[in-house]
């Protein structure tokens, strides 16, 4: 493949590839069901970059609350959150929340919330998946406690196309890049190198040209990389409202909003939360 022929090919790549995430998300097409209903782990406890207060969580203890929620396709009509988003959707518990502590198993009340999903960025990152719930008066094992009132919910999830898409995607360019690219790249540098110094002002421009297909190749790959589940994650797909598809959710982040030091506010890290989808017929059998 003449060098030239191998920047052009990689061109039209870019160009006519689709992105991983480009589908919109939620559809107003789908056919989806109205309620969906996920089973929620939360671990509270102490993670590196919070701003919870020193002795927050400083001992290690952690709590382990797992809950049944119910994502609808209705409007929550309860008061609007910033994280989350204007007109969010209804999130309600479906079961009680527990957790044990040192005086054995404990109960906490859990009041409905907002969602919403952010569609992916094209070829930058997947869509995010917000959500909070109010958990009452909060509950407490040793140093840790689940602060009073709303919690947050924070992951990226996936549709099963785009991920199909975007591993597509990724290997044409991975072939791409090593089989004509790098392989040219390789010839062109070694025919520069051996060659006298007038010759090698004629030759230049066609290394920088592989040098350029190159980088724009592997800048390519990190961003579909950047937009795909990380290698080795086992995520279950389920149902979700709006979402014509069946979609995986990753682990994600816990956070509770704090009055700002200045002014506004801050959202301060509790802890992580996972999450597997139920079928709602099977539940309630």
Not at 3 to 11: D, F, G, K, R, V
Not at 232 to 253: C, E, L, Q, T
Not at 272 to 279: G, K, L, M, N, Q
Request: charged share 25%; aromatic share 6%.
């Amino acid at each position: 493949m003449q060098i030239s022929a191998a920047i052009i090919m990689l061109l039209v790549f870019l160009k006519t590839t689709v992105s991983p995430l480009s589908s919109p998300v939620p559809t107003q097409k789908a056919e989806a069901a109205a309620r969906c209903r996920w089973r929620l782990l939360l671990n509270v406890g102490r993670e590196e970059g919070t701003w919870m207060p020193e002795d927050w969580g400083a001992s290690g203890s952690r709590l382990a609350i797992p809950l049944l929620v119910d994502f609808e396709a209705t409007r929550s009509n309860l008061d609007d959150e910033m994280l989350v988003g204007r007109n969010s959707l209804l999130v309600s518990p479906a079961s009680d929340a527990t957790f044990i502590n040192e005086s054995g198993e404990q109960r906490l009340q859990v009041n409905p919330g907002g969602w919403s999903v952010e569609p992916p960025k094209e070829g930058k990152s997947p869509a995010v998946l917000r959500f909070w719930l109010d958990f009452g008066e909060g509950g407490v094992k040793r140093d840790t406690t689940l602060p009073a009132g709303k919690v947050f919910f924070t992951a990226a999830g996936w549709m099963d196309e785009e991920i199909e898409v975007g591993n597509k995607a990724r290997n044409k360019l991975v072939e791409l890049l090593e089989n004509d690219i790098l392989v040219n790249l390789k010839a062109a540098q070694a025919d520069y190198d051996s060659s006298n110094p007038i010759a090698k002002i004629a030759k230049l421009s066609n290394l920088v040209g592989l040098s350029t297909a190159r980088d724009n190749a592997v800048g390519r790959i990190r961003s579909i990389d950047a937009s795909l589940p990380k290698r080795g994650d086992v995520m279950k797909p389920g149902k979700f409202p709006f979402i014509d598809s069946r979609f995986r959710i990753a682990g994600g982040g816990l956070c509770v909003k704090r009055p700002g030091k200045m002014m506004g506010s801050e959202y301060h890290i509790l802890g992580t939360w996972s999450c597997t989808p139920v079928e709602v017929e099977d539940e309630e059998q």
